[in-house]
């Protein structure tokens, strides 16, 4: 049976340091690590995961400020929230949650928010950095993942790794951090063909694509590492149960180190947030 790598514990770790880190910038700085989180809408998923990521931030000792616009909120209006967010010198992250109504462009409110505040790493500034091997804020989701890795193999150095999905939030940031750790990285997608066997040749495969336990034993050769990034809400017997993209009960046996859904990359993403909101305050008082 495989490890299961337990995320909670692993983002309790993180979170410490985190904490540790926010209480030595209030000590030798004087100012308080802040995040400003943007939600748009009443979307009932968005609702729990912004109250959750203000609740952590709270927690490690961080400020936080959340703020609440109409659903029927202009491209202006969230454009002028995010200009003042990004001059106010208290305010050293910001995260717009996502997915925002229709009828509001997300790429351009990413473009918008000051690069330096991105602790979501989307801004197209720190896509090219992470691209080109440079210092940048890096999305959450991969991040958590890295660490997670990092935890099973000392050094991923040469290791093959397939990533399934290539979303710009987490399969293509995912892809590239590999490669940063001397992976040989293929991304599988839709059209990958015969994409069971592209993922049995992996000693590591990520997946992040969104459809509940695609990825059986079929998938997966024995021994390898499996990061299951999929949150898949599914109704059995009348009752709502989260599920990743990989079937747990016949890939656990098989692998080396699995991650489970719930408790798995989750918690990780948050703790990442937390620590790209330290990042960003250090770098903003440099
Ligand atoms: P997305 O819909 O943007 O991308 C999904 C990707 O999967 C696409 O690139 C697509 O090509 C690929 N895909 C679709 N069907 C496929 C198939 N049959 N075979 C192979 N590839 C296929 O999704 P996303 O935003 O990258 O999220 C992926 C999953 O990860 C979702 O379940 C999402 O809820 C979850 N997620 C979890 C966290 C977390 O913190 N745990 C964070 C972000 C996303």
Redesign the pocket.
């Known amino acids: 049976m495989a490890h299961i790598i337990d995320g909670k514990e692993l983002s309790n770790q993180v979170l410490i340091e985190v904490s540790s880190e926010v209480e030595r910038i209030k000590e030798v700085h004087g100012i308080v690590p802040t995040l400003a989180v943007v939600l748009v809408g009443e979307d009932p998923a968005s609702q729990v995961y912004v109250r959750n990521k203000i609740k952590r931030a709270e927690e490690v000792g961080m400020g936080s400020v959340s703020h609440r616009l109409d659903a029927k909120s202009t491209q202006k209006d969230l454009n002028n929230l995010i200009d003042s967010l990004n001059t106010d010198s208290q305010i050293h992250g910001i995260l717009v949650q996502l997915p925002l109504p229709e009828h509001l462009n997300e790429d351009e409110v990413i473009a918008r928010i000051s690069p330096a505040k991105d602790v979501d790493g989307f801004h197209p500034l720190n896509v090219g950095a992470l691209a080109a091997g440079r210092e940048s804020l890096v999305p959450?989701?991969p991040q958590?993942c890295m660490i997670m890795l990092r935890q099973v193999h000392s050094d991923l150095s040469g290791k093959s790794a397939v990533v399934?999905?290539?979303?710009?939030?987490?399969?293509k940031p995912m892809a590239a951090l590999l490669l940063q750790e001397n992976c040989t990285v293929t991304i599988?997608?839709?059209?990958?063909q015969d994409?069971e066997a592209v993922c049995r040749k992996a000693d590591i495969v990520v997946a992040?694509?969104?459809?509940a336990k695609?990825i059986n034993s079929e998938w997966v050769r024995p021994g390898a590492t499996v990061i299951d990034?999929?949150?898949?809400a599914i109704e059995i017997d009348g009752k709502r149960k989260l599920m990743g993209?990989v079937d747990f009960d016949t890939v656990a046996p098989i692998a080396d180190a699995i991650s489970p859904v719930p408790g798995?990359?989750?918690p990780?993403?948050i703790a990442c947030l937390l620590m790209n909101t330290t990042r960003a305050a250090e770098r903003q008082l440099s």
């Open positions: 959450c989701t958590g399934v999905g290539r979303s710009n939030i987490v399969g599988a997608h839709s059209r990958t994409i992040a694509v969104g459809r695609l990034v999929g949150i898949n993209d798995g990359v989750g990780m993403t």
